[in-house]
């Protein structure tokens, strides 16, 4: 479980964070949603350590990621796996290559080792067959995937992904939210998506942190968010016409 405790950040003077609480639990889909500009990525990089915020805690399973030790902090980022906006991979390096960095990176595996790892990731995420190719070679969808498979190689404890439905059509973007699910599921990690993804909301959204001008101003789940009687949420959600047409037949007793 992650906990974050009255985070605070402002850049020259511009609060873009205000105040932010709450708790991501171990097993669970959670989604931090809001407009453009509202401090979502702001805060998944606080979370993550690439941002000191100005005031607050975060709390990894009671690990104090700002004020532990190095030693503690270096051992919380040992268990993080992060997916990154447009999936970030070396266009030079091949699908496997891409997934092995970390393993080369962080751990003394040995090469057989290091290749039992990378091809059971291959696996978990369906992309055996396209192990020596580049990623250009590969559509969209698929170098999503790569990511996720580079983002689970060191058995993370704690998963982020930053807009991982970001440029893919929305059969697409289903399967990698399904695939999302069922990894942390499956290995029981408590995941952080930000998304603006109105079916991810409505699929997988077993906790949803709602920004919007740098507060959270709503949190509950994907049943709890067509009843919410916040204006800002609601202005959010229902700009998109499925989540209109669900809440109308929600509010039909269907
Ligand atoms: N390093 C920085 N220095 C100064 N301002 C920053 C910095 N990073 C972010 N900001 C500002 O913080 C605010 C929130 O940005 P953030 O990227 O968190 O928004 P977001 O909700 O993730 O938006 P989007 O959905 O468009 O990605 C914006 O006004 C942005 O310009």
Known sequence: MIE???????????TVLDGISG????G???LIIGSSGTGKSVLLKCIVGLIKPDEGQILYDGRDLINGTIQERKAIRREIGMLFQGSALFDSKTVEENVRFPL???????PEEKADRVHFCLKRVGLEAAATKKPSEIS????????????IVL????????EPNSGL???TSIKIDELISEIT???????????HDMNSVVGIGEYIMFLYQGRKVWEGDNQSILNSDVTSLQDFIFASKMMRSMKTLHDKGF
């Open 4 to 14: 974050i405790k009255n985070i605070k950040k402002s850049f020259n003077g511009k």
């Open 23 to 26: 708790r991501f639990e171990n």
């Open 28 to 30: 669970n889909n959670s």
């Open 104 to 110: 080369d990176m962080m751990t003394e595996m040995t």
């Open 140 to 151: 969209g969808g698929m170098q999503k995937r790569v990511g996720i498979a580079r983002a």
């Open 155 to 162: 058995n993370p404890k704690y998963l982020f992904c930053d």
């Open 169 to 171: 059509d929305p059969q």
């Open 185 to 195: 599921d499956e290995y029981k990690m408590t995941t952080i998506v930000v998304t």
